[in-house]
């Protein structure tokens, strides 16, 4: 079974802290996406990685950076946590090609307070 | 930008069937899926239109109009386990890379 990976379900944290959420993927997928959640604003796009070492900003980059380091494992981090970041994190991954699903992690729950 | 709209919330009676529709305006069109994403579980792929047409998969079936900026989903005979959020996504060119854009999601609540 196909499976991404992400380290924590739930999260709190407290503002200013610098946080980090790992997802990992074992699909020898070249794409990989990070998305959020919210009631009634659906999943937005953070940022997303073509490949190793390669990054793209999505609709909402503000106040998050990601790291891709290796091509199973793409983190998020919030280099200084507010309360608007409270919201549940969606990682998602595909094959390079474009024409392919994708998979998603469970999700991790982040509060912020 | 891209724009997509579906309708928040529908109800329906187990065994009935039901349609979800999703309007899109976008660039560079080259797709649109369907998820399915029950309460605080990882959305999961349904079904996938690049071709103007039906879709058909068991229960579900998709369709789309890429003139009219068009697609529904189709569930028939309703199970109380259908209950969920069914999330539309359109995919366009971005960069040379395709991104999928979310709607914000129908809630669909199936009841007896």
């Known amino acids: 079974d196909v499976k991404v990976t992400q380290s924590s379900r739930y999260l709190v944290k407290r503002t200013g802290e610098k946080v980090f959420l790992e997802c990992v993927q074992d699909?020898?997928?070249?794409?990989m996406f990070w998305y959020r959640q919210d009631p009634g604003l659906g999943l937005r796009l953070i940022y997303f990685?073509?490949?190793?070492?390669?990054?793209e900003k999505g609709d909402i980059p503000e106040g998050y950076s990601v790291s891709r380091e290796k091509k199973e494992r793409f983190s998020l981090i919030l280099e200084s946590a507010s309360t608007n970041q409270t919201s549940m994190y969606l990682c998602?991954?595909?094959?390079?090609?474009?024409?392919?699903?994708?998979?998603f992690g469970s999700g991790t729950q982040l509060s912020v307070l | 930008g891209q724009n997509i709209d579906q309708p928040t919330e529908m109800t329906a009676t187990e065994g009935a069937i039901v349609q979800i529709n999703c309007t899109y305006q976008t660039s560079g069109f080259n797709g649109l899926f369907w998820y399915q994403q029950h309460a605080g579980e990882a959305p999961t792929f349904l079904s996938y239109n690049v071709l103007d047409g039906l879709e058909e998969k068991g229960r579900f079936s998709s369709f789309l109009s890429r003139s009219k900026g068009y697609s529904y989903l189709l569930l028939k005979e309703l199970q109380m386990k259908d209950s969920a959020s069914y999330l539309c996504?359109?995919?366009?060119?971005?960069?040379?890379?395709?991104?999928?854009?979310f709607g914000r999601g129908t809630s669909l609540i199936v009841h007896p």
């Open positions: 996504a359109v995919r366009s060119a971005s960069g040379g890379s395709y991104i999928p854009t």
């Open positions: 990685s073509y490949d190793v070492k390669m990054k």
């Open positions: 699909m020898d997928h070249e794409n």
């Open positions: 998602a991954s595909r094959t390079g090609t474009g024409n392919e699903k994708l998979f």
